[in-house]
């Protein structure tokens, strides 16, 4: 447990000290910071290549693994020997970014965009008439599947409303030709659904199951992964774990003697316990000389069950750290172990998929900025990213909540909660302790938020 | 009328008349009609398709397949149907009929990375409830939107007419009594009069002319008009009311920045075969009345002329791909040459083309078999069921006078065509 939870630290602590190729940056944080280009593996590699990108002869396979709620602080809880022995294998993103709730977040993982460009700034209902999500957004699976890759979407979806379309294939609209173990919005709430018995969606048709959703969603994907496929493949595995209802998984997905506790914090643990088994599995069926990995939450620690030590100011629906910073890991060919502290955010996920891929999209993806290059070597500072959350009176349509932040490549972060707007530099207080005035960085960070929603 | 294009079957083709070179990326228009025979456009008096052949190219030796399925997914995919097991037209109530697979590129996610926006209308037949929801198929394979859709054909058994049936708006079911092909067309005026910032396809599959036989409104007939008494009749007046809808549909289009396509999924229905009939059979049957459709290009950058090249269905996302400067993508499309050299008076050639239905649908041995394997110097060999008929349609355009066949192995041409059936047809 030690290496994960020294990685989770220096990720908080460190993370957006290394955050930085600005002059000021502490040149002592540099040693764990990405491995120098020279160490880049190029398996094609004939001589110096122009691109940091590894050049391969065939397009890489893609796997990306998005679980549901879960941030650095909860790995200082739970036994996750197999995100250890991937944050081994690969790079830590340290200022890795999300919005603080889900939908949002998702949009940004397929569409690249901030999702209140199309007036998304909560969680979907999927139930409901009002249309979320246009047809005309090119999603990151229309893409791949276009250019002749294989996709498959496991599990939760989140981007789409009954008014898009039909509920049950809303995402394969969006380019997965196979939609698997499929969750249009949310299994359902705390003490009324379970993981265990739900109704999982299979290319267009749900039907009722009594199977863990970790597990189904898994053996679906091992089942797609080991038909033999001429094309490059994608797989986007999205767990519905350890969202609620926090279902206490059955023991055969727990480490042996795992004991669940009673209440909702422990069985949220116990899910990331279970989830760590399914990740190795997901690992296990995978070549990484061949495929690269990224896993990442959409979003912190639930609200509702937050970490004992609770370090930080709010955790999911807040744009706290705890709700809106998060672990990625990368890994895949020419990847080099070790820490990566370039500024990312969920947006930037598609177009770095992409380019991995070696594609490009013909439109769309206005926000996202590929952080490929900083797999492989240093690249330049990305500009500054946003989280939102707003919440509406269900009745009135009243603006209840309108909370976001910025973080700038350096750790500065401008928070706006309750509409009190306040500056932490989070490379000495990753905890967002002691407000700064700052107030040309301030109103320089609040512009960038401005740009993308007056 | 198309009289004389009908004569022009049998002539040689008149010289091509190259018109400027195309500027933009096109807006594209496929319209499919439902069981259209070039002899009904000759019989008819069809003002509006007349004037597009007339300033477009007519394609005279066009090929769709005895059945709508596998030419609607021709239309596509570029493929033959057969390399989906898709032979027939799916059955619209059967949850377990398989049609395409969701993993092919169809033409419109092709043609997004040209940044093309898409929309398809009315029939799209080509996935079963098998590979998707049946209200969500055209959506799932690439259309952006599909609206006053319809998932196979109106089910006259359900109580569908062409007055009285289920469409869908993008997902959502609503039970319309506009005529179909009315509504088809006000749906598409409604989408392509929407200001766009990005080239367009729009792929319309009319249940008109074929479809539940009845006679079309009277206000899309010509005043005067008899009242039908026959089912040929009823179903003439479907093909006035086609063109008359037509003539709505070009007036909402700017010809000089669209590509129009306008053909058929298949020849006049065997019911209601054309009074001076020629062709030993119609709809469903490979012989020419079922499978030689009207095919016509017309708008930004083709010429007007008439072209003799060899085409199917299969074609046309080759076509349309290059009209939009897009790359074929590097899975699938495997069975299309592209057309788009002739649009401008090149004149080019392709290999012999299949049409080809089949029961039952899937990967399991075909019980029923109708095919016609045509190479572009017009020799056409027949499978009606039972035999095979050889014909040269240079001399027998209407097929009225099999050739003797020679033993495999001893003349190369039908070889060739013998060959390629056996390589699609399951």
Redesign the interface.
């Known amino acids: 447990m030690l290496p994960i939870r020294a990685l989770a630290l220096a990720s908080i602590v460190l993370g957006c000290t290394l955050a930085t190729h600005s002059p000021s940056s502490p040149s002592s944080a540099a040693p764990s910071a990405a491995p120098p280009p020279a160490s880049i593996p190029t398996p094609s590699a004939t001589g110096p290549a122009p691109s940091p990108l590894p050049t391969a002869t065939t397009p890489p396979d893609v796997v990306l693994v998005v679980l549901d709620d879960m941030s650095w602080e909860d790995l200082f809880h739970v036994a996750t020997p197999n995100m250890i022995g991937l944050a081994l294998q690969g790079q830590v993103c340290t200022s890795f970014y999300t919005h603080p709730v889900c939908s949002p977040t998702r949009i940004g993982l397929n569409f690249g965009i901030y999702s209140v460009r199309e007036g998304v700034v909560g969680a979907l209902s999927h139930h409901d008439d009002e249309p979320a999500m246009p ?2 957004r ?1 999603a990151l699976a ?2 791949l ?4 890759y ?1 996709t498959a979407l496991f599990g939760k979806w989140h981007a789409s409303t009954a008014g ?3 509920t ?2 809303n995402a ?2 969006f ?1 997965f ?2 939609w698997y173990a499929g969750v249009a919005g949310n299994i359902g709430k705390e003490g009324v659904a379970s993981q265990i018995n739900w109704h999982p969606i299979e ?3 749900n039907a009722p199951v009594t199977h863990y959703s970790g597990d189904l969603i898994t053996q679906e994907f091992e089942t797609w992964w080991s038909q033999p496929s ?2 490059p493949r994608f797989a986007s595995i999205n767990y519905t774990t350890p969202h609620e209802p926090w279902t206490a998984p059955p023991p055969a997905f727990l480490p042996p003697g795992y004991t669940v506790g009673p209440n909702k914090r422990a069985r949220f643990e116990a899910s990331i316990a279970a989830l760590d088994g399914f990740l190795g599995r997901v690992c296990a069926a995978i070549d990484l000389s061949t495929t690269y990995l990224l896993v990442l939450p959409d979003n912190g620690t639930p609200h509702n069950v937050v970490p004992p030590g609770s370090w930080y100011n709010g955790y999911k629906l807040t744009p706290w750290q705890g709700g809106v910073h998060v672990p990625l890991l990368v890994a895949g060919p020419g990847v080099a172990p070790g820490f990566n502290p370039h500024l990312m955010h969920a947006i930037d996920v598609p177009e770095t998929i992409l380019e991995l891929c070696g594609l490009t999209a ?2 769309g993806f206005e926000d996202g900025e590929s952080f490929a290059p900083s797999l492989f070597g240093a690249m330049p500072q990305r500009s500054p990213v946003v989280m939102q959350y707003k919440r509406f009176d269900p009745v009135t349509a009243t603006l209840l909540v309108d909370d976001w932040a910025v973080v700038n490549a350096n750790g500065m972060k401008l928070v706006s909660d309750a509409g009190v707007e306040r500056m932490y530099r989070l490379s000495s207080d990753p905890f967002e302790t002691t407000p700064l005035w700052m107030p040309q960085l301030h109103q320089s960070l609040k512009a960038v938020k401005q740009a993308i929603d007056p | 009328m198309l009289r004389v294009l009908l004569t022009a079957l049998a002539a040689v083709a008149l010289a091509a008349v190259p018109l400027r070179a195309q500027s933009t990326t096109p807006d594209l228009v496929v319209v499919v009609a439902n069981d259209l025979g070039w002899e009904d456009l000759a019989q008819l008096p069809t003002p509006h398709i007349d004037a597009l052949a007339a300033s477009g190219t007519v394609f005279l030796e066009h090929y769709a397949d005895p059945s709508g399925a596998p030419t609607r997914f021709a239309l596509n995919y570029g493929a033959y149907g057969a390399r989906e097991g898709v032979g027939f037209d799916l059955a619209p109530s059967d949850p377990a009929s398989v049609g395409a ?3 092919r ?1 169809a033409l419109p ?2 043609l ?4 093309y ?1 898409s929309c398809c209308f009315g029939i799209w037949g080509v996935t079963g409830a098998a ?3 049946p ?2 198929g055209a ?2 394979c690439g259309y ?2 599909w609206r006053a859709g319809i998932p196979q054909r109106l089910v006259p058994a359900a109580g569908e007419s062409h007055t009285n049936w289920r469409r869908i708006d ?2 959502q079911a609503s039970v319309e009594t506009t005529y179909t092909t009315t509504a088809i067309v006000d749906a598409f005026v409604a989408w392509w009069s929407a200001p766009a910032g ?1 080239p367009r396809l729009a792929y319309l599959g009319f249940p008109g002319p074929g479809g539940p036989r009845q006679a079309a409104p009277t206000a899309l007939l010509p005043v005067g008009h008899p009242v039908p008494t026959t089912e040929r009749e009823e179903y003439e007046s479907a093909v006035l009311a086609f063109d008359h809808e037509l003539g709505r549909l070009l007036a909402a289009i700017d010809l000089t920045s669209t590509v129009v396509v306008l053909t058929s999924d298949g020849g006049t229905p065997s019911a209601v075969t054309p009074p001076a009939g020629q062709y030993p059979g119609y709809g469903g049957s490979p012989f020419g009345g079922g499978v030689r459709v009207p095919l016509v290009v017309a708008g930004q950058g083709v010429s007007a002329t008439t072209s003799r090249r060899l085409t199917h269905a299969v074609d046309l996302p080759a076509t349309l791909l290059e009209l939009a400067g897009r790359p074929t ?3 699938g499309f495997e069975d299309g040459v592209s057309f788009a050299p002739d649009l401008t008076g090149v004149v080019t050639t392709r290999g012999p083309v299949l049409a080809l239905s089949f029961q039952p649908n899937g990967a399991q041995v075909a019980t029923t078999k109708r095919w016609c394997a045509v190479d572009d110097d017009g020799h056409a060999l027949v499978w009606n069921g039972t035999n095979e008929l050889y014909f040269d349609l240079v001399n027998d355009p209407f097929q009225t006078t099999p050739l003797p066949i020679a033993a495999p192995g001893t003349d190369p041409v039908l070889d060739a065509l013998r060959d390629l059936a056996a390589s699609i047809a399951p």
């Open positions: 047809a005309e090119l229309q893409v599947h276009a250019e002749g294989a898009d379309g039909v049950d294939e394969r609209r380019g030709e196979h290319d267009g048709y001429t094309r013909p439109f | 697979s969701t993993e590129i996610r092709a997004l990375l040209a940044r926006r590979d998707a929801q209200d969500a959506r799932i952006q939107h993008d997902g990005a993508p590097p899975v």
